[in-house]
């Protein structure tokens, strides 16, 4: 029997040593009754005399066993539950507020978990690297947070020519039109090459990967589906391998289904299509596709660096940008690589955000304890003569301390296990409230890892909300202990210091606290002072499409279905003005962008800074409420005519001419080949990328111009586009049914995508810091609510602790404003030394926010006197209402008790 069983079995083997004892004694009682003829009572006597004391050899059996402390361990936790379960009230209180501040503090870590701390889910995922690069040259590149993309070109040197990589992909998101399957739909598609479903190592679930067939762009065409559009689209149909659908009017077999879960990086897709890329079309640029990588065995990212480094001259020499273009003209931008791991390229600056939010739940924790501090030393308090008496009696210093230890460390354990139900609850509300934008937010859950947190944090909440109690009744002097603690005494300095000092910090920590929140509450205030761009958000109703060319060819029609959808929808009841654009701001897409010239400009040998660009129908601008500061908008004329005329933002303006009205007539082109356009006109300027980033500088051509990057076909129409409309009924349903049939009037076959307003646009841009203002929020409220509490608490302590003090006081004539003030004072003092600690915390831990701020200094000092004011009222408050308890007092009523 191993020694873990025989714990289990312990009370059987106990009556086994009792059964034998007995046996022997009754052996020995007869042998004496035998032997020296005596009546069976003496033979007992004189048999139990022989033998010793049975409970002593029982104890010193058991003690061999090493028992014994188990066993008093156990005693002393039924004794435990036992008190609990008398104390129905301290020991609600005390579990439900450790259930929410550990339930708060679980579900938090789950989402760091899940996000920052787990593992991509690909096999081998810390092999996976993002093909990333710099280019310090290109003036104005800086606008890109994730640097410069991969060109296919690119690519394709890199596959063949690379030492480090064991493979290398590229891909894409895009979007498709899917026809002949119910209504037209618009999916999210990701573009992938040869070598990305080999990097990622994921296999399908039904069917293969691509082939080198499926990447010929004159082989057959196939498509691989998402578990989610398989599940949605197919209804699970696992003969679905083989069938042919309809994608941008193109017929493809579908040959695979990726499994459950399984994400392009951080993309959600619907469907795979091969990128297929012709080797005879390609060119230098553009960087517009997103390359991975996996490492070979033993290969660190500095050596892969140093590996592509070496390619970089090999691509500008095998590739160019047309005839007559020098390919080594990339030089000046200085590309280098800077790979980084994938996870990190996922992951992005998000974590900064999270552990400022862990950091925030985990000082509510603190506050938690504090206060459960107090209410266990109130409790201790009241068993002050029991600990005496045990004291007097022998118990050791150990043994109290255990006692009073082991009782929090209960509650800390019961309180995490509720604690879980809680996280598992506020984790559904962290993921429904949290920014779209998260990164990995499908995968966040509450795991094993999240499970042993909770245990950690209950056990470590346990003894540290139950050292002081233990610290001050186990450790103090026998004499202190045995002293008088009746109460016909007055509560000593020393009774209550610890509570105070515990005050103090949590007002501290309240302060840092609620500082935070007010911070990021003046930035969102900051952030929604500023003027985006555009107006009225809320009556801005937008939506998508897509006109693939296999399904329109002509370049000029495109244009004029489009115009003709513009005109449908202008004419639904309620609408004020239409048009559209490749890109609405904040929409989260990456703007087009490339150099842009100034006629007459001499750049000495550089090249000018890069510009974004959007392209737009006449309309747009009015009906996004985006002003015109000078000259005029597109119209129909100049688009059919071809006319080369162009709109700049002011800022580009101001930074180029000097003002907006010098920009009008100037002349501006992307590359010498290209005609030069005439400034018509300048745009306010848009925040494209978000009200908390700076207006980019921004060029916007016509929806349709002359293609200036290749002869054919001669046109470039805008075929991906966003549909804007002005009414007092976006967002309603029957209006979006309307717009889908006004679409549907003009080409049965396209369909409308990513219906929503300019305000849950403008609102999604946001997300991220909506979602830190409301953690701070709900943390600073619970601070402030715990901080009252515990003031509440002490003052209300200390009036019951002092009845006949205030009855003597009241017997010899002080007023009751007096007895009052009495204890309020103390406690706007405590409050009065926690606020100025407070305030060099705060300080300090509000620099360290700085990158999170918007429009307000980090010292900002509206912040830094609103909330001591705050605190100090509601220290106010929280003392006057126990203080108020001295006007009840009768002073013979208190002269009694004892």
Same mark, same amino acid.
């Not at 459950?260 to 951080?266: E, I, K, P, Y």
């Not at 506050?367 to 009241?382: D, H």
């Not at 026998?478 to 105070?500: K, M, V, W």
């Not at 009036?799 to 009751?816: D, H, Y």
């Given at each position: 029997?191993?020694?873990?069983?025989?714990?289990?079995?312990?009370?059987?083997?106990?009556?086994?040593?009792?059964?034998?004892?007995?046996?022997?004694?009754?052996?020995?009682?007869?042998?004496?009754? @035998?032997?020296?003829?005596?009546?069976?009572?003496?033979?007992?006597?004189?048999?139990?005399?022989?033998?010793?004391?049975?409970?002593?050899?029982?104890?010193?059996? @058991?003690?061999?066993?090493?028992?014994?402390?188990?066993?008093?361990?156990?005693?002393?936790?039924?004794?435990?539950?036992?008190?609990?379960?008398?104390?129905?009230?301290?020991?609600?209180?005390?579990?439900?507020?450790?259930?929410?501040?550990?339930?708060?503090?679980?579900?938090?870590?789950?989402?760091?978990?899940?996000?920052?701390?787990?593992?991509?889910?690909?096999?081998?995922?810390?092999?996976?690297?993002?093909?990333?690069?710099?280019?310090?040259?290109?003036?104005?590149?800086?606008?890109?947070?994730?640097?410069?993309?991969?060109?296919?070109?690119?690519?394709?040197?890199?596959?063949?020519?690379?030492?480090?990589?064991?493979?290398?992909?590229?891909?894409?998101?895009?979007?498709?039109?899917?026809?002949?399957?119910?209504?037209?739909?618009?999916?999210?598609?990701?573009?992938?090459?040869?070598?990305?479903?080999?990097?990622?190592?994921?296999?399908?679930?039904?069917?293969?990967?691509?082939?080198?067939?499926?990447?010929?762009?004159?082989?057959?065409?196939?498509?691989?589906?998402?578990?989610?559009?398989?599940?949605?689209?197919?209804?699970?149909?696992?003969?679905?391998?083989?069938?042919?659908?309809?994608?941008?009017?193109?017929?493809?077999?579908?040959?695979?289904?990726?499994?459950?879960?399984?994400?392009?990086?951080?993309?959600?897709?619907?469907?795979? *299509?091969?990128?297929?890329?012709?080797?005879?079309?390609?060119?230098?640029?553009?960087?517009?596709?997103?390359?991975?990588?996996?490492?070979?065995?033993?290969?660190?990212?500095?050596?892969?660096?140093?590996?592509?480094?070496?390619?970089?001259?090999?691509?500008?020499?095998?590739?160019?940008?047309?005839?007559?273009?020098?390919?080594?003209?990339?030089?000046?931008?200085?590309?280098?690589?800077?790979?980084?791991?994938?996870?990190?390229?996922?992951?992005?600056?998000?974590?900064?955000?999270?552990?400022?939010?862990?950091?925030?739940?985990?000082?509510?924790?603190?506050?938690?304890?504090?206060?459960?501090?107090?209410?266990?030393?109130?409790?201790?308090?009241?068993?002050?003569?029991?600990?005496?008496?045990?004291?007097?009696?022998?118990?050791? @210093?150990?043994?109290?301390?255990?006692?009073?230890?082991?009782?929090?460390?209960?509650?800390?354990?019961?309180?995490?296990?509720?604690?879980?139900?809680?996280?598992?609850?506020?984790?559904?509300?962290?993921?429904?409230?949290?920014?779209?934008?998260?990164?990995?937010?499908?995968?966040?859950?509450?795991?094993?890892?999240?499970?042993?947190?909770?245990?950690?944090?209950?056990?470590?909440?346990?003894?540290?909300?139950?050292?002081?109690?233990?610290?001050?009744?186990?450790? @103090?002097?026998?004499?202190?202990?045995?002293?008088?603690?009746?109460?016909?005494?007055?509560?000593?300095?020393?009774?209550?210091?610890?509570?105070?000092?515990?005050?103090?910090?949590?007002?501290?920590?309240?302060?840092?606290?609620?500082?935070?929140?007010?911070?990021?509450?003046?930035?969102?205030?900051?952030?929604?002072?500023?003027?985006?761009?555009?107006?009225?958000?809320?009556?801005?109703?937008?939506?998508?499409?897509?006109?693939?060319?296999?399904?329109?060819?002509?370049?000029?029609?495109? +244009?004029?279905?489009?115009?003709?959808?513009?005109?449908?929808?202008?004419? *639904?009841?309620?609408?004020?003005?239409?048009?559209?654009?490749?890109?609405?701001?904040?929409?989260?897409?990456?703007?087009?962008?490339?150099?842009?010239?100034?006629?007459?400009?001499?750049?000495?040998? +550089?090249?000018?800074?890069?510009?974004?660009?959007?392209?737009?129908?006449?309309?747009?601008?009015?009906?996004?409420?985006?002003?015109?500061?000078?000259?005029?908008?597109?119209?129909?004329?100049?688009?059919?005519?071809?006319?080369?005329?162009?709109?700049?933002?002011?800022?580009?303006?101001?930074?180029?001419?000097?003002?907006?009205?010098?920009?009008?007539?100037?002349?501006?082109?992307?590359?010498?080949?290209?005609?030069?356009?005439?400034?018509?006109?300048?745009?306010?300027?848009?925040?494209?990328?978000?009200?908390?980033?700076?207006?980019?500088?921004?060029?916007?051509?016509?929806?349709?111009?002359?293609?200036?990057?290749?002869?054919?076909?001669?046109?470039?129409?805008?075929?991906?586009?966003?549909?804007?409309?002005?009414?007092?009924?976006?967002?309603?349903?029957?209006?979006?049914?309307?717009?889908?049939?006004?679409?549907?009037?003009?080409?049965?076959?396209?369909?409308?995508?990513?219906?929503?307003?300019?305000?849950?646009?403008?609102?999604?841009?946001?997300?991220?810091?909506?979602?830190?203002?409301?953690?701070?929020?709900?943390?600073?409220?619970?601070?402030?609510?715990?901080?009252?509490?515990?003031?509440?608490?002490?003052?209300?302590?200390?009036?019951?602790?002092?009845?006949?003090?205030?009855?003597?006081?009241?017997?010899?004539?002080?007023?009751?404003?007096?007895?009052?003030?009495?204890?309020?004072?103390?406690?706007?003092?405590?409050?009065?030394?926690?606020?100025?600690?407070?305030?060099?915390?705060?300080?300090?831990?509000?620099?360290?926010?700085?990158?999170?701020?918007?429009?307000?200094?980090?010292?900002?000092?509206?912040?830094?006197?609103?909330?001591?004011?705050?605190?100090?009222?509601?220290?106010?408050?929280?003392?006057?209402?126990?203080?108020?308890?001295?006007?009840?007092?009768?002073?013979?009523?208190?002269?009694?008790?004892?």
């Amino acid at each position: 029997m191993s020694w873990f069983e025989r714990i289990f079995r312990r009370r059987r083997l106990y009556d086994e040593l009792s059964e034998e004892i007995r046996e022997h004694i009754e052996e020995k009682i007869e042998q004496i009754m @035998r032997l020296e003829n005596l009546s069976r009572p003496e033979a007992r006597r004189v048999a139990l005399r022989a033998f010793g004391n049975v409970t002593l050899l029982e104890e010193r059996s @058991r003690g061999v066993w090493q028992w014994s402390t188990l066993e008093s361990i156990f005693a002393d936790l039924k004794l435990t539950l036992r008190r609990l379960r008398r104390a129905p009230g301290f020991a609600a209180t005390v579990l439900l507020t450790l259930a929410i501040g550990i339930g708060a503090n679980t579900a938090v870590f789950s989402v760091i978990n899940s996000v920052l701390l787990k593992a991509l889910p690909y096999p081998d995922s810390n092999k996976l690297i993002a093909l990333r690069l710099d280019a310090p040259g290109a003036g104005g590149l800086a606008s890109f947070s994730s640097g410069l993309a991969v060109s296919p070109s690119m690519y394709l040197t890199f596959a063949e020519h690379n030492r480090t990589f064991q493979s290398i992909g590229l891909w894409s998101p895009s979007a498709s039109n899917v026809t002949g399957v119910e209504q037209p739909e618009w999916v999210h598609t990701a573009q992938v090459s040869d070598g990305v479903l080999q990097t990622l190592e994921v296999p399908p679930l039904l069917g293969r990967w691509f082939s080198a067939a499926d990447q010929d762009p004159h082989g057959s065409k196939t498509v691989m589906l998402s578990y989610g559009y398989w599940q949605r689209r197919f209804g699970g149909d696992r003969g679905v391998i083989g069938r042919a659908i309809q994608i941008d009017a193109q017929t493809r077999t579908i040959v695979g289904v990726m499994p459950r879960g399984f994400h392009m990086v951080d993309q959600d897709f619907d469907l795979l *299509i091969p990128l297929a890329l012709d080797r005879s079309q390609l060119k230098l640029a553009p960087f517009c596709c997103n390359g991975i990588g996996r490492l070979k065995p033993g290969i660190q990212i500095d050596q892969a660096n140093a590996d592509i480094a070496r390619l970089l001259p090999l691509w500008m020499d095998s590739w160019s940008n047309g005839p007559g273009t020098n390919p080594h003209w990339y030089e000046k931008w200085k590309i280098t690589p800077n790979f980084t791991l994938l996870k990190r390229q996922v992951i992005g600056d998000v974590g900064k955000m999270l552990w400022v939010v862990m950091a925030t739940i985990a000082v509510v924790m603190l506050i938690v304890c504090m206060n459960i501090t107090n209410l266990l030393l109130v409790r201790a308090e009241s068993r002050h003569q029991e600990i005496s008496i045990r004291a007097a009696l022998g118990a050791g @210093r150990a043994r109290i301390a255990r006692e009073l230890l082991l009782e929090s460390v209960v509650l800390g354990l019961i309180g995490g296990v509720l604690g879980v139900g809680v996280a598992a609850a506020a984790l559904r509300l962290l993921v429904s409230i949290g920014p779209a934008n998260l990164p990995r937010l499908s995968e966040i859950s509450l795991d094993a890892r999240s499970v042993v947190f909770t245990f950690a944090i209950s056990l470590f909440s346990g003894l540290l909300f139950g050292s002081l109690p233990a610290w001050k009744y186990a450790f @103090r002097r026998r004499s202190a202990l045995l002293d008088g603690s009746g109460r016909t005494t007055s509560i000593s300095r020393e009774r209550y210091r610890a509570r105070n000092v515990l005050v103090v910090t949590q007002v501290a920590m309240a302060l840092v606290l609620l500082v935070c929140a007010l911070l990021m509450v003046r930035t969102f205030a900051a952030l929604h002072n500023v003027d985006p761009g555009f107006a009225d958000a809320p009556h801005i109703q937008t939506a998508s499409t897509w006109v693939p060319d296999q399904l329109i060819a002509s370049p000029e029609m495109v +244009t004029r279905i489009e115009n003709e959808i513009v005109d449908k929808l202008s004419g *639904i009841p309620g609408v004020t003005s239409a048009g559209f654009a490749g890109a609405v701001p904040m929409d989260g897409n990456q703007p087009n962008w490339d150099t842009l010239y100034l006629k007459g400009k001499d750049y000495g040998g +550089t090249e000018p800074p890069i510009r974004f660009f959007n392209y737009i129908s006449p309309g747009f601008f009015h009906t996004m409420g985006t002003r015109l500061v000078a000259g005029r908008d597109f119209t129909w004329a100049d688009i059919y005519s071809l006319r080369p005329n162009v709109i700049v933002s002011e800022n580009f303006a101001r930074e180029s001419w000097g003002s907006a009205q010098a920009a009008i007539g100037k002349q501006v082109r992307e590359f010498s080949s290209m005609p030069w356009q005439e400034v018509i006109g300048v745009a306010e300027d848009v925040h494209t990328l978000g009200v908390d980033e700076n207006a980019p500088a921004t060029v916007y051509w016509p929806a349709m111009l002359k293609n200036p990057y290749n002869p054919q076909p001669p046109i470039m129409p805008s075929r991906v586009v966003t549909f804007a409309i002005r009414t007092d009924r976006a967002g309603t349903a029957g209006l979006l049914s309307e717009m889908q049939q006004a679409v549907w009037s003009v080409n049965a076959n396209l369909p409308l995508a990513s219906m929503q307003t300019m305000q849950e646009i403008y609102g999604k841009s946001l997300a991220r810091t909506s979602f830190t203002l409301v953690m701070l929020g709900i943390a600073a409220a619970m601070v402030l609510a715990l901080g009252i509490v515990g003031i509440y608490g002490v003052i209300s302590y200390a009036v019951s602790q002092r009845t006949r003090e205030i009855g003597i006081r009241l017997a010899l004539g002080a007023r009751k404003n007096e007895l009052r003030w009495m204890f309020v004072r103390p406690a706007l003092v405590l409050t009065g030394i926690g606020v100025v600690l407070g305030l060099g915390a705060a300080a300090a831990v509000a620099r360290l926010m700085r990158t999170l701020l918007f429009g307000i200094s980090p010292l900002d000092p509206v912040s830094f006197v609103i909330v001591p004011l705050i605190l100090i009222l509601a220290a106010a408050l929280a003392s006057f209402l126990p203080a108020s308890r001295v006007a009840a007092v009768n002073p013979v009523d208190a002269l009694r008790v004892e």
